[in-house]
């Protein structure tokens, strides 16, 4: 079946380093990808977007990457900020309401 | 305005209550969704709307019952729940029910809710 999956549960980042939180899904029709950022205590919050017809977005101090012919997708977060320590969900939709959550990784940015 | 106003922020119930979670939004959405999400779990869909009507209901117990006053506006009525539906409820909104850019889902802070 469709899922959207992380490869690591937890990452820890030294405060200035650049983070990658990487997510594989398994459905090739999946058209839009969404990253998400989650806060303790807070619903989560849009970062960046990308459609399948595209390889790479940038937005502020963010880059998402997207490799179709492995089914990957990757945040990128340059020189990290304590405010950057959340839970990132990668969420993949299929053109339709439905957006599937993958299951997160706890990002923890180290002093 | 880009917000997503849930109310209330706490809500701790008994297994006999009946008790409504509320959501707001004024951004124009035509699609609106209702999340739940259990500790260190991602959010999973329980309902759409869209234009007002019932687009999706993913299989959800009948003890939660959506409703939709108007555009602006998304209920989620409790009754009869257990233990387990304790979670954290999200509301969401989107500018369109496509997905695609610009249809992107934008979260209330959600109602943490605790049935005892």
């Known amino acids: 079946g469709e899922s959207v999956g992380l490869h690591l549960p937890t990452l820890s980042v030294q405060e200035g380093d650049n983070s990658i939180i990487n997510c594989a899904y398994s459905n090739s029709a999946s058209d839009y990808f969404i990253w998400y950022k989650q806060e303790s205590g807070k619903g989560p919050q849009f970062i960046i977007d990308i459609r399948s017809n595209m390889d790479k977005r940038q937005g502020q ?51 | 305005d880009t917000e997503v106003t849930q109310t209330p922020k706490h809500l701790v119930m008994g297994m006999t209550n009946k008790k409504s979670l509320k959501c707001e939004q004024h951004m124009g959405h035509r699609a609106m969704y209702w999340y739940k999400q259990k500790a260190k779990k991602p959010p999973e869909l329980m309902f759409v709307y869209s234009y007002e009507k019932l687009s999706i209901n993913e299989s959800v117990p009948s003890r939660f019952s959506p409703e939709c006053p108007n555009s602006s506006l998304l209920n989620l009525h409790l009754h009869a729940l257990q233990p387990e539906d304790s979670a954290l409820y999200l509301c969401a909104s989107s500018q369109d029910e496509y997905g695609g850019p610009g249809t992107e889902a934008f979260f209330g802070q959600g109602t943490r809710l605790t049935v005892v």
Do not use: M, W
């Open chain 1, 61 to 111: 101090r963010v880059t998402v990457l997207l490799n179709k012919t492995v089914k990957h997708l990757s945040l990128q977060i340059a020189a990290t900020q304590p405010g950057d320590s959340a839970v990132y969900f990668c969420a993949e939709n299929f053109g339709n309401e439905k957006l599937t959550f993958g299951t997160g990784t706890r990002l923890t940015i180290i002093p």
